[in-house]
């Protein structure tokens, strides 16, 4: 071999390698997870384990197959964010507004219920209701076991969706809704509050004594499930979320932000006023100035219960609207 065909062949052997790396690099996690039939396999024996009857696991997942779909959204890069303005456009309007109104008087007693043993307004309820599901008219089309399975199975976030695909299996098992019916999102939330399954473990609620909790088409269980689960994350009965305030001009963008809590009397001395001249409550409550759009934009001071509904999604965006709307509602 000459010299020449020696140089030639390390380096083509190094440019072998270096084309290695780069596939090893960018390739999906998922294509080195093991084929579905066989993960699917391991996974019915770990659900036996965990105690789920053969008759679920039968039922729930013979002939379930991944869904491209579902992998393409939870790919999916982000779409460039609108503004807090846009979104409170869209989610905020008159039409969910007026339709808020009229569904809290429709369901005024059951409402006036929920409140008097979970110490949540009907206006919130009716808010998040609002916002998660459009008052349950848009729940999410996917079968939540089939889409869970997929997570499970394609691996970024691996060990939660197999967590949560446990619980699922567990729901049906204990006789809530069968695997056909159980629908939501394409990350397995579900039901007219869209709660993960973990959550309705955590937060669901048999209202009507039925032996179900049906968070899908029966509204006392959305309603009670929905306020017990920002009464056991720390809501306040009586206090409300928070109100649109003026800022002093020069306001340092340091003291921006849910987790800055100061006392209403600070907020007070160093200028903030109530954008409609009323005056704050008991100047001991601990408050947080929040701008989703910057200092630029509309701004709010906020107390405990808005830090509660970020426990449901911890967005500024979602946590505002969800306020302004109750507001708009109870008005």
């Given at each position: 071999?000459?010299?020449?065909?020696?140089?030639?062949?390390?380096?083509?052997?190094?440019?072998?390698?270096?084309?290695?790396?780069?596939?090893?690099?960018?390739?999906?996690?998922?294509?080195?997870?093991?084929?579905?039939p066989t993960w699917l396999?391991?996974?019915?024996?770990?659900?036996?384990?965990?105690?789920?009857?053969?008759?679920?696991?039968?039922?729930?997942?013979?002939?379930?197959?991944?869904?491209?779909?579902?992998?393409?959204?939870?790919?999916?890069?982000?779409?460039?964010?609108?503004?807090?303005?846009?979104?409170?456009?869209?989610?905020?309007?008159?039409?969910?507004?007026a339709e808020g109104r009229r569904l809290l008087a429709q369901n005024r007693a059951e409402l006036n219920r929920v409140e008097k043993i979970y110490g949540v307004a009907p206006q919130y309820?009716?808010?998040?209701?609002?916002?998660?599901?459009?008052?349950?008219?848009?729940t999410g089309g996917f079968k939540v076991i089939d889409s869970l399975a997929t997570l499970a199975w394609e691996g970024r976030r691996a060990a939660f969706f197999k967590s949560e695909l446990i619980k699922a299996l567990k729901i049906i098992d204990h006789g809530h809704i069968s695997a056909a019916n159980m629908k939501g999102s394409w990350a397995g939330a579900m039901g007219q509050n869209q709660f993960m399954p973990s959550s309705f473990f955590n937060f669901a609620v048999d209202a009507n004594g039925d032996g179900h909790i049906d968070?899908?088409?029966?509204?006392?269980?959305?309603?009670?499930?929905?306020?017990?689960?920002?009464s056991k994350s720390g809501w306040t009965p009586g206090e409300r979320w928070?109100?649109?305030?003026?800022?002093?001009?020069?306001?340092?963008?340091?003291?921006?932000?849910?987790?800055?809590?100061?006392p209403?009397?600070?907020?007070?001395?160093?200028?903030?006023?109530?954008?409609?001249?009323?005056?704050?409550?008991?100047?001991?409550?601990?408050?947080?100035?929040?701008?989703?759009?910057?200092?630029?934009?509309?701004t709010y001071i906020v107390y405990g219960n808005y830090r509660t509904i970020m426990t449901w999604n911890r967005s500024t965006y979602f946590a505002t609207s969800v306020g302004l709307l109750a507001d708009a509602i109870a008005r």
């Open positions: 071999m000459t010299k020449q065909s020696i140089r030639w062949s390390k380096r083509k052997l190094f440019l072998d390698c270096i084309a290695v790396l780069i596939m090893t690099f960018f390739i999906s996690p998922a294509a080195y997870a093991t084929d579905f396999q391991n996974f019915k024996l770990e659900a036996a384990r965990a105690g789920i009857s053969q008759k679920t696991i039968d039922e729930a997942l013979t002939g379930i197959q991944p869904l491209p779909k579902v992998i393409q959204l939870d790919k999916k890069q982000p779409e460039k964010k609108i503004s807090f303005a846009q979104y409170k456009k869209n989610v905020v309007n008159q039409h969910r507004i309820v009716v808010a998040l209701w609002g916002i998660e599901t459009n008052y349950g008219t848009n968070i899908w088409n029966t509204k006392s269980d959305v309603f009670a499930s929905t306020a017990n689960y920002l928070g109100r649109h305030v003026k800022l002093p001009k020069s306001f340092p963008k340091e003291l921006i932000g849910p987790k800055i809590v100061k209403l009397s600070y907020w007070k001395k160093v200028g903030v006023r109530d954008a409609n001249g009323a005056e704050f409550p008991n100047e001991n409550m601990g408050a947080s100035i929040v701008a989703p759009d910057g200092l630029g934009g509309e």
